[in-house]
């Protein structure tokens, strides 16, 4: 069965790139590197973890997985195929955008678009904060995670923990109070540790993602970053709050390409190999209003 290592980039569309220049650098304190007609999001020594490219949406556009080597990329690619879902081979422009050796693209039974790579060819240089967040929790553990619509649920949860290998961290089935259907979100690992890499909600959402999360390495740094958003107008979507499945500390803001960024510290860390999927019944211990987020 596939080994996924890591979530290694997500990528955003977006009709206003100065707009999501000002946000990268002064409210999440990355680096905004030029990139053709987009940007590149720096937020460790690689090129990029965030790719902004210019379009004619503000959206999300692809979560890019990365495996360990060649062999890894084929034997996915062929399971990806024999699972029904059509994979189509990157070019020469798309292995240099996304700085890997080799490059294919597919899409998840709920239609999400999904870029599988191995090799990063990018640069090594450090990270330097333009307003000195000291770093972000990268390296093995990808970029952080991203949470995806997932339509039809059973289908797509079924392609990634069957087919691909994603293990099951925590099953969070929401009933509301008052009798309406209820809505499933199940959080996935991959190999690398990091509690949950992808979570598939049973929801619908028209920027094509619920929100992305970005991990740095102190609760000093998150308080910060809150009251940047704050100074700088961002929309709160969810408040400060931890949550119950990975112990997350974060905050939720929206992006520039209409989907919410969690900016978080003290995710857990799990044995891939040991863990046992765990189910909660509440997303968090305390805090975490969301419905601040529809105001």
């Known amino acids: 069965m596939p080994q996924v290592s890591q979530l290694a980039y997500v990528v955003a569309e977006s009709t206003d790139i100065p707009r999501w220049r000002a946000y990268a650098e002064q409210v999440l304190g990355m680096q905004a590197l030029d990139d053709g007609d987009g940007l590149a999001l720096k937020m460790d020594e690689r090129d990029f973890r965030i790719s902004v490219v210019a379009g004619d949406e503000d959206r999300y556009f692809a979560s890019g997985w990365e495996v360990a080597d060649a062999a890894a990329f084929e034997e996915t690619i062929a399971v990806i195929e024999a699972a029904g879902q059509p994979v189509e081979r990157g070019d020469a422009a798309l292995k240099q955008a996304r700085r890997v050796s080799d490059i294919a693209t597919f899409r998840d039974p709920a239609g999400n678009r999904h870029e599988l790579g191995h090799g990063y060819t990018g640069g090594s240089e450090a990270f330097v904060s333009p307003i000195g967040v000291p770093a972000f929790k990268t390296g093995k553990y990808g970029m952080g995670h991203t949470v995806l619509p997932a339509l039809p649920f059973d289908e797509t949860r079924a392609f990634f923990v069957e087919r691909l290998g994603f293990g099951v961290s925590d099953e969070f089935n929401f009933q509301p109070p008052d009798g309406s259907p209820g809505m499933r979100i199940h959080f996935l690992h991959c190999i690398n540790g990091r509690h949950h890499s992808l979570a598939l909600a049973e929801m619908p959402n028209p920027a094509g993602c619920v929100h992305i999360m970005v991990e740095v390495e102190s609760m000093t740094e998150v308080g910060r970053a809150h009251d940047r958003m ?32 969690e900016f978080g510290w003290g995710g857990e860390i799990v044995d891939p190999s040991r863990h046992e999927t765990t189910h909660t019944e509440s997303v968090s211990i305390w805090g975490h209003d969301f419905s601040v987020g529809f105001q």
């Open 230 to 261: 704050q100074a700088f107008d961002v929309k709160l979507m969810a408040t400060l709050g931890q949550h119950t499945n990975d112990k997350m500390t974060s905050f939720y803001m929206m992006t520039p390409s209409n989907f919410a960024l």
